[in-house]
């Protein structure tokens, strides 16, 4: 075995060294032979002669030596002001030792060749001179660091004086063995491990001690606990050596293991090793091995030790048993609670997650009993506030915290950040980064994460990126976070790009990394790519979870995919994957579009299964789905049971109500929820103006436009506005109408124009039409459906030369008009009819119940409306296209298919014709049946030969 690694610190002991005669064979083995030898050389050391013959080493000054708390030179000393004059006094004193304490002059000796820069020799007088006193060890490297020194000299020197023979005792390897430890040299450990077995040291439970420490730190623990098996003398001290060793080692298990062993044998544990050993329960949620420790810190009387008492405390709190925690610290003599006692009762509230106010109370206190809160409390309080989402607390605490005169550390300005973010304070962000920057936090990962969180948040990508290059250190968390910056803006080269760049500086992307990938392409509406990335999770080796099946599903859904996002979790259930409450919520808004009331009911009774049927987005959900299929008494029924309604509930029973056209109830609703002491929203005001438009209550209407900004302060929207013009157009007050678009103090948008243009329509106003049309025709110059609106119009005045110039228009600007559909439910299955694609196989049949129904309601008064055609042919052929019309077909099949006294419900994609209209209030009289048919704006309810829109739509 060889020492190794000498080279980079040559041994440069000259022959001018009082000390270099001790070397017996230093002339004949002028080169220093580095290896231990096999047998150490049978010389005993006598003290130092230093030779006064020897040529003066060139006097050099050095600064003035620092004062040393531990050793204290000689008067004599203070004269010399050269290395030679130090040994040349070294000598003299040599020769006469009369009188002379050697203790304290090799201390003096040694600080003077510290003084010097010589360390060689201050080295060699600390071990063969001055070593006797153990108690100075720790003293000597100290204060040789404080020099200058590099402690790995002292292992060349040990090396030296070793392999010449100097005899060292059991102490002085174990001071080794702690340089050893401390400059992680394992060849030096090694050979004094084999030496001391030689010299049979092995039973000294010191240098075992430094032995496993040592082994644990540069080996192995394994290496470690084979030196304790192997020591003879299992001491306490080495027991807890041992013990401790593996907790460091994060050995759980064994240390557990140990420890049970150790008080088999009667072994006393120090309140240190007890410490350690809560603290590990604590990280391993091990409650049993707490409460045993708890148990024996009882029996041996360690509750009076505060540092055992606050981590009993600790270790219950992460163990989530916070009543035994509080009972632990309420059990604490008042004056052997420290701070870190409070701290760990603080911080075991934040964990439990417990009401805002107990933390005034408990720091309030602390405070009454003499103690004052440090930056640990208040990051512990601050966190608290986090997890409660109390975010403006989190910004009162951290103002408490600086004007407690703390400075705010990584801890702190997380959470700040994190409020930061949920309150929206960016402006208070950007002083934060600043701050981050002054202080260097920046090194920070977690404080750097959240940084680049809140850019991305604040939608400044660039800044994002910016903080995300210069931090120091960055973790999976921080490439999530600007990942799913760029993939939620839709900019998924840039996603890609890190995703790679993330791969290839060795971070491997995990689940949430993925996640934000499916995310942003399914929001994005672009299904394919987001499948793709969840193959590519699959093949990555993770299994997507419930969070990627659910981006997948409300991604669909959110883009009008309904059918998809029904096949992705029918996908999902076969991989059973349990969907949660934001799934659910996804779901229900994938029927409630289409109004598919069927698949909508089976998610009832399957998050009724789930259990979260009372859950208060699952249930406004759920309104949502119900009202939108037409079903209000159930959707009623849903919002009636719910227990705390929430602004949400109330405004979706609302819109449902404003939909079906029964603005009374909207209002009735609007006072209840005013009763309740809920403040309005915006969204509650385009529920209200929704209801009046669709009842026709333009008195209430202006009511209620005013009252949104003059009581509650909230500025109209677009949305709010179009609801006016339509009120008003519809009511037909159409010069009002248009006055107020006039006067709107946003720049009216193409569907104000085209609410201004569909009252014209119904209004048969040409003039105000084609200049709304004109409008569209430049904001939308690919929307077929304005052509058609004004096709329409034109028809009904028999302006035919007008619907030809517009048909050729929409040629030469390849306005292709969208195929129209209308569909039906029965029973399980939907049945589309639609002007383009496959005709329906019961054709036949349908047109044959069709020509009985519409000469059955002749008879009952109806007339064909042929202007909804505007097609310049004779009225029979015009007579024909009507019959044609998909809805019709769609509502004669629901006839025909009708079983009891269920409603047909029928949706279609357009603004249904008013000759659709007459029929479907015909059939509801002559059939005696409800017709429930949505179409693209809203609902009509046809019942006793009347519509609930009172043909106002
Ligand atoms: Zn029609
Ligand atoms: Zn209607």
Redesign the pocket.
């Known amino acids: 075995m060889t020492f190794c690694n000498f080279s980079k610190h040559p041994i440069f002991m000259d022959n001018l060294s009082p000390l270099h005669h001790l070397n017996p064979y230093s002339h004949q083995n002028p080169k220093r032979n580095h290896m231990l030898p096999k047998s150490l050389p049978p010389s005993s050391i006598s003290l130092p002669i230093p030779d006064t013959h020897s040529p003066p080493s060139s006097p050099i000054q050095f600064s003035p030596p620092k004062v040393s708390p531990f050793f204290h030179p000689f008067d004599e000393f203070n004269e010399l002001t050269t290395l030679n004059s130090v040994k040349e006094m070294h000598a003299q004193m040599v020769k006469n030792p009369k009188n002379v304490n050697f203790t304290t002059i090799d201390g003096t000796m040694m600080r003077n060749y510290l003084e010097f820069g010589d360390f060689v020799s201050a080295i060699k007088v600390f071990f063969v001179g001055f070593a006797r006193n153990y108690l100075l060890y720790n003293s000597f490297v100290e204060e040789f660091e404080s020099f200058g020194g590099d402690p790995f000299e002292i292992l060349v020197v040990f090396n030296e004086l070793h392999s010449k023979g100097v005899e060292f005792d059991s102490k002085a390897f174990t001071f080794i063995l702690k340089i050893c430890m401390a400059l992680k040299d394992l060849c030096v450990g090694l050979e004094i491990h084999a030496c001391f077995i030689k010299k049979g040291f092995h039973d000294d439970v010191h240098l075992n001690c430094a032995l496993i420490n040592f082994y644990e730190k540069c080996w192995s623990i394994d290496k470690a606990n084979q030196v304790f098996y192997e020591t003879p003398n299992q001491e306490d001290f080495l027991w807890n050596t041992i013990v401790m060793a593996n907790l460091r080692s994060e050995k759980w298990k064994n240390a557990l293991e140990l420890f049970g062993n150790m008080q088999r044998v009667s072994a006393k544990a120090t309140p240190g090793l007890i410490v350690k050993m809560l603290q590990a329960c604590g990280k391993l949620r091990a409650l049993d091995e707490g409460k045993q420790l708890h148990g024996y810190a009882l029996r041996f009387g360690l509750v009076s030790n505060t540092r055992v008492c606050n981590s009993i405390i600790s270790m219950y709190s992460r163990n989530k048993r916070f009543k035994l925690a509080k009972s632990v610290f309420d059990s604490m003599e008042v004056c052997n609670r420290n701070l870190s006692s409070w701290n760990s009762i603080i911080s075991s509230y934040t964990v439990d997650g417990c009401l805002s106010d107990a933390f005034d109370i408990i720091v309030k206190e602390m405070e009454c009993s003499g103690i004052k809160p440090d930056i640990i409390t208040w990051n512990s309080v601050m966190l608290g506030y986090v997890l409660q989402g109390s975010f403006e607390m989190v910004l009162t605490s951290f103002r408490s915290l600086c004007n407690a005169g703390f400075k705010p550390d990584s801890c702190s300005v997380t959470s700040a950040l994190k409020a930061i973010i949920e309150l929206g304070f960016f402006k208070l962000g950007k002083e934060i980064h600043g701050y981050i920057m002054k202080s260097n936090l920046n090194c920070d990962v977690y404080a750097c994460t959240t940084l680049v969180d809140m850019y991305v948040k604040n939608d400044c990508l660039e800044k994002a990126h910016a903080v995300f290059r210069h931090a120091k250190n960055k973790n999976v968390c921080t490439w999530n976070s600007l990942i799913s910056g760029y993939s939620y803006k839709g900019l998924f080269g840039d996603a890609e790009k890190l995703l790679n760049q993330m791969e290839e500086e060795g971070i491997k992307p995990d689940l949430v990394t993925w996640n934000c990938l499916v995310s942003g392409y399914s929001m994005g509406g672009r299904i394919e790519e987001a499948l793709a990335v969840m193959n590519q999770i699959k093949s990555s080796g993770i299994t997507p979870d419930v969070v990627s099946w659910t981006a997948l599903i409300s991604g669909c859904s959110q883009n009008g995919k309904y059918t998809d996002a029904l096949k992705v979790f029918s996908q999902s259930q076969a991989e059973n994957v349990k969907p949660n409450l934001t799934t659910i919520c996804s779901l229900l808004c994938a029927c409630a579009g289409p109004s598919l009331l069927k698949k909508g009911e089976e998610i009832h009774c399957f998050s009724m299964k789930l259990g979260i049927v009372d859950d208060i987005y699952v249930a406004t959900a759920l309104i949502d789905m119900y009202s939108k299929a037409g079903k209000l008494e159930v959707a009623h029924n849903v919002f009636s049971k719910i227990q705390e309604k929430t602004l949400p509930c109330w405004n979706c029973m609302m819109m449902g109500y404003a939909i079906h056209g029964h603005g009374e109830e909207v209002m009735i609703l609007y006072d209840k929820m005013r009763d309740k002491r809920i403040r309005p929203d915006a969204i509650t005001f385009t529920a209200l103006l929704s209801g009046c438009k669709n009842s026709g209550l333009v008195d209430e209407g202006w009511k209620y436009f005013d009252s949104m900004q003059e009581d509650y302060n909230i500025i109209p929207t677009i949305e709010h506005y179009c609801c006016m013009v339509d009120l008003l157009g519809k009511a037909g007050f159409l010069d009002e109408a248009s006055d107020f678009i006039k006067t709107m103090p946003i720049k009216p948008d193409a569907s104000i124009w085209g609410a201004l243009l569909t009252s014209c329509r119904i209004h048969k106003n040409i003039k105000l039409a084609e200049v709304a049309a004109e409008k569209l025709f430049k904001m939308e110059p690919k929307n077929s459906a304005n052509y058609v609106l004004m096709m329409n119009l034109y028809s009904s005045l028999n302006q035919w030369d007008d619907v030809e110039r517009l048909k050729r228009s929409m040629i030469t600007l390849a306005v292709k008009s969208p195929p129209v559909w209308s569909w039906t439910q029965v029973n399980q299955s939907i049945h589309v009819f639609s002007t383009y694609g496959k005709p329906h196989p019961e054709e036949g049949e349908i047109y044959f119940e069709l020509y009985r129904l519409i000469s059955e309601i002749r008879n009952l008064g109806y007339v064909a409306d042929l202007n ?1 055609v505007c097609q310049n042919i004779d009225d029979n052929e015009k007579e024909k296209v ?1 019959l044609s ?1 998909t ?2 077909l769609a509502m004669v099949y629901g006839v025909m298919k009708m079983k009891g006294g269920s409603p047909i419900r029928v949706v279609k994609n357009t603004r ?6 007459t ?1 479907a209030k015909y059939i509801s009289l002559a059939r005696n049946c409800e017709i429930l048919l949505r179409d693209y704006g809203r609902f009509h309810h046809f019942k006793d030969g009347k519509c609930a829109c009172n043909d106002c739509w």
Do not use: M, Q, S
């Not at 249904?912 to 209209?917: G, L, V, W």
């Open positions: 909804c009507l019309h809805e019709k249904i014709c008013r000759d659709c209209h029929v």
